[in-house]
């Protein structure tokens, strides 16, 4: 099947932590992007990669770190200077690097700072 | 301001009748927009896209684009139950996607 996945579903942190959360995709896509969702604001674009290692940081950039090493795969670090990371994260990918591409998401990662 | 907005509802209509869900955007160079479905608790998933100005008929779908007004809609004929949820508008402005906050759809059987 191809797709994308999110790991893991759940993931709770306790302040101060780093967590990383993984997005996979085996759809031979070439751009990746990572948003993140809080109730009633829509998605935030936090990073994107439109190819292998190169990324450009979205609106919100600021206390998340990425790499994007293989084509496959995009992981999201969610570092201790994010101050309110508590939020649902959305992996997606495109086949091309283009802002008219379709872009198709993972199931998300909700992660909660205990 | 917001580079899309829509109103976030709920909308409420009956099954069978047709649900009228609607976007502005701000960027008159945007070219592309999307609609997603995204049910409570799961990630969205595309609807359809539409690029040109005019109609655009996907099954009970249709999406609607007026680029002199900047606006965007999307109407579901014969709704069902299993159409509530939140849909999502998302239009480019050329370097990025922008995404509104999302209108929520309630059919009532």
């Known amino acids: 099947d191809g797709g994308i996945t999110q790991s893991p579903k759940y993931l709770f942190r306790k302040e101060g932590q780093n967590v990383t959360l993984s997005c996979e995709q085996n759809?031979?896509?070439?751009?990746m992007y990572w948003y993140r969702q809080d109730p009633g604001q829509g998605l935030r674009l936090i990073y994107y990669?439109?190819?292998?290692?190169?990324?450009q940081k979205g609106d919100i950039a600021e206390g998340y770190s990425v790499s994007r090493e293989k084509k496959e795969s995009f992981p999201l670090t969610v570092t201790s200077a994010q101050k309110n990371p508590t939020a649902f994260y959305l992996c997606?990918?495109?086949?091309?690097?283009?802002?008219?591409?379709?872009?198709?998401f993972g199931p998300g990662t909700r992660l909660t700072v205990l | 301001q917001k580079e899309v907005e829509q109103n976030s509802g709920p909308l409420s209509v009956p099954e069978g009748a047709i649900a009228s869900l609607n976007c502005t955007y701000s960027?008159?160079?945007?070219?592309?927009f999307f609609w997603y479905r995204q049910y409570s608790g799961k990630s969205p998933e595309l609807i359809m896209f539409?690029?040109?100005?005019g109609d655009k008929e996907d099954g009970r779908f249709t999406a609607q684009l007026n680029k002199a007004s900047q606006y965007v809609s999307l109407l579901i004929r014969d709704s069902q139950p299993s159409d509530s949820a939140t849909y999502l508008c998302?239009?480019?402005?050329?370097?990025?996607?922008?995404f509104g906050t999302g209108t929520s759809l309630t059919v009532i059987p």
């Open positions: 997606a990918s495109s086949i091309g690097s283009g802002w008219t591409d379709t872009q198709y």
């Open positions: 759809l031979n896509h070439d751009a």
């Open positions: 990669s439109q190819i292998v290692n190169d990324f």
């Open positions: 960027d008159r160079g945007s070219q592309s």
């Open positions: 539409i690029y040109s100005n």
């Open positions: 998302a239009g480019d402005t050329g370097n990025q996607f922008y």
